[in-house]
Structure formats: C-alpha cells, structure tokens
C-alpha cells in the first residue's frame, strides 16, 4: 500500500501535537517512545519539503530582466 503524502503544514501540525502530548508526561515509556518515532519522521519529512523550497528559490533567476524558473522533482 502507497504511503500517503501530506503536506509541509500537516507535518508540522502534526509535530506540534506530538510535542505537546510528550510534553503532558502522561505516556507510558511505549506511547512516547512510539510519539518519539513519529516525531523524528515528520521532522525529516518537514526538512525534506524545507529543503525542497529552498530548491525551488534557488532555480528562479532573475535573467535579462525576466524571472525564469527552471522545474525540478519535488520528491528527488
């Protein structure tokens, strides 16, 4: 089964929620080790798509007075 992509903001959204039940103290050693796994994946997954832009901002150049942007592959 395909892993469903989401977005830069979900990611974080979700990151945001990871933290703030750690940060309660209210999980057992498995729930937070658990939390801890998926907060370490969409951190990566939000310095992916951080990267991704920065990409993006890179490729558009300002040449003989026009701004050119040159695609690329979001997922290489």
């Known amino acids: 089964m395909a892993k469903k992509k989401i977005n830069f903001e979900e990611s974080l959204s979700e990151l ?3 933290v703030e039940e750690m940060e309660q103290g209210n999980l057992s ?5 658990s939390r801890f796994e998926k907060g370490i ?5 939000c310095q992916q798509a951080l990267q991704s832009a920065e990409l ?4 558009l150049v300002e040449k003989n007075g026009k701004i050119l942007e040159k695609d690329f592959n979001l997922n290489d």
Do not use: D, I, M
């Open 41 to 45: 994946s969409l951190t990566t997954e």
């Open 29 to 33: 050693l498995e729930e937070s080790l």
């Open 56 to 59: 993006k901002v890179q490729e």
């Open 16 to 18: 945001e929620t990871l």
